[in-house]
């Protein structure tokens, strides 16, 4: 399948790397299928791309939340992801969206509302975690200045 992309052309994939999120993205419901995309040059990047099949301008930038918050386990209520399979440790992914505002001082990620996917399906969805304390706009600028620092980057 070939997928106009935002950030790297057109780009072919194979039907293996397509994600189907039966309900969309939250506020974007119209739109069911996505692929994950990253800077091959960039091979330090913990950012990937979450980018619609359907619509090229749209891409998220995405993060695995324990490169946030270690102990990040959202609680979901399991009718929300009967449609994408059995999830095992083995076969479970889970994102996080960012937003990267132009003052990169205000970066943040949604730990609110994760994206949930099956690998062995390649079905996923979106869905809003039951934890109180998990902030839709969780700052984490400093937190990564903080490791580059250690990491004497």
Do not use: H
């Not at 790397?17 to 330090?44: A, F, M, N, P, V």
């Not at 979450?50 to 490169?67: G, H, M, N, R, Y």
């Not at 946030?68 to 440790?89: A, F, Q, R, S």
């Not at 399906?121 to 304390?133: H, P, R, V």
């Amino acid at each position: 399948m070939r997928v106009q992309t935002k950030f790297f052309g057109e780009v072919e994939l194979p039907e293996e790397k397509i994600i189907t999120l039966e309900r969309g993205l939250i506020g974007l419901e119209e739109y069911k299928q996505y692929t994950i995309l990253y800077d091959e040059e960039k091979e330090e990047s913990n950012i990937s791309w979450f980018q619609s099949c359907d619509e090229p301008t749209l891409a998220l930038p995405v993060i695995k939340p324990w490169l946030v918050k270690e102990e990040y386990n959202p609680t979901v209520e399991d009718e929300l992801l009967k449609g994408i399979g059995e999830l095992t440790e083995d076969n479970l992914v889970i994102l996080l969206t960012m937003t990267v505002p132009e003052d990169i001082t205000k970066m943040s990620v949604n730990l609110k509302a994760p994206i949930i996917i099956n690998a062995d399906t390649c079905k996923g969805a979106q869905i809003i975690a039951e934890n109180d304390d998990y902030e839709v706009k969780y700052k984490v600028y400093n937190l990564f200045k903080e490791k580059n620092e250690a990491a004497g980057k």
